[in-house]
């Protein structure tokens, strides 16, 4: 059993500010400076972690293994201060440009900047808890022919208490708005996700100057707090703060299946190791190391998004997370990632209809691959020459895709991994 506690983090000084927000988010006001303590504690962290081996027979190689335990993410309190810390009163950007007529200078400064009610924008819940993990495994593992073992697993993992952050406008219908409306991002801890994966695993053991390990996961990874996948970058903010259950989707991370094989193979190792060749031939054949590794993976999915700005009033737009309107065509399509009139922009002043991360992304393959060999002079001193290679195929993986519509990109691949890539390396030991 453990506790984890994290104190929210202060500032020496009281200089970070947070907003008092409404029930209904009809109304904030900025937390009065000098506060300590803007986030109430959480204390309530036990983090119970159980783990097992069960061997059935007693002489046999099959083994049952499992566990479980509750993780705590503590460490979400410094990025928390981090954007408290930089709001006005005790931070503040400006843009200033120059003239040639009166140009500014260090002697002149800034002129102040024009005092303004509230122009914070961000805030966070005062009863924000820390998030965790809770996570189950079961596997299950025996010993086969030929020098081998095999283990087939289940891995599972509910996230609970996430950060979700998303950008209240509460205007009624048909109520006035401000003149000059503002929006600010709001973050609670009432996200959540969750995670199966079967796992299969079949090992060789290194015998005989020779090695394998295979891997398969099928895994599925669902939340409604992550990133919205690779076509709206890193921008965790929910489309409609009313309608929080529509950010249900697939997990940008989320890649259905992962097959991975590794090689290895050596020759006689050591001053005494040698072949089946005997003389100089032998000599030369020993301390060689060849290896490979070989990945085949699901791609990552990501979500087309709507540029601009689609309200009505400005100032009430919610950047970058505006997704596009289904049309109901296929996906699918030959000769293109996916099918771009499979989205829509949405009408002004309406939400778009289409989920987070709703197209797959590409499969990648991979094979890197290694060869070396160590040079001996006397038994304390040797040279380590190896030649290692990246992507030694030179396949062109595509990493971005265009996925805001409208744009001239939109469908294209934008970018890609890096091409073959070999490096030789040579140490000497002594």
Partial sequence: MRWDYAAPVTERYNRMVNLLVSSDFSAIATVDAGQAALIHPDRNNLGPRLGFAWRPLTKGS????????????????????????????????????????????????????????????????????????????????????????????????????????????????????????????????????????????????????????????????????????????????????????????????????????????????????????????????????????????SGTPFTVIVGGNRSQVSGTAVGNTLRADATGLPVDVTGMLFNTATFAEPLAGDWGTAGR????????FSLDGSLGRVFRFGERRSADLQFQAQNLLNRVTITNWGTVLGSSTYGLATGAAGMRKITINLRFRF
């Avoid at 991360?357 to 990648?364: A, E, F, L, Q, S």
């Fill in 62 to 297: 099959l083994v049952v293994r499992g566990g479980y335990g509750i993780y705590y993410n503590t460490s979400v309190y410094s990025i928390i201060a981090s954007n408290m810390a930089q709001q006005p009163p005790f931070a503040q950007s400006l843009s200033v440009s120059s003239s040639t007529a009166n140009p500014l200078s260090i002697q002149t400064g800034f002129l102040a900047a024009s005092t303004q009610t509230l122009t914070s924008t961000y805030a966070i819940d005062p009863n924000y808890r820390i998030g965790y993990a809770q996570t189950w495994n079961l596997t299950v593992q025996r010993d086969l022919p030929l020098s081998m073992f095999g283990t087939i697993g289940y891995l599972g993992t509910k996230g609970t208490r996430l950060d979700q952050q998303f950008i209240p406008n509460s205007v009624a219908p048909g109520a006035p708005v401000s003149v000059f409306p503002n929006n600010y991002i709001y973050e609670s801890s009432n996200g959540n996700s969750i995670y199966h994966a079967a796992q299969f695993q079949l090992n060789r053991r290194f015998h005989s100057g020779f090695m394998w390990r295979g891997s398969y996961q099928f895994s599925k990874s669902i939340d409604n707090a992550g990133t919205g996948g690779r076509g709206q970058g890193n921008t965790p903010v929910a489309q409609n703060w009313l309608d929080l259950s529509a950010e249900r989707g697939l997990s940008s991370f989320d890649a259905r299946h992962n097959l991975s094989l590794q090689l290895q193979y050596s020759t006689g190792m050591g001053m005494g190791g040698g072949t089946l060749i005997n003389g100089w031939k032998g000599e030369l054949m020993k301390d060689w190391t060849i290896a490979a590794n070989v990945s085949v993976r």
């Fill in 357 to 364: 991360n709703t197209i797959p992304g590409p499969t990648t």
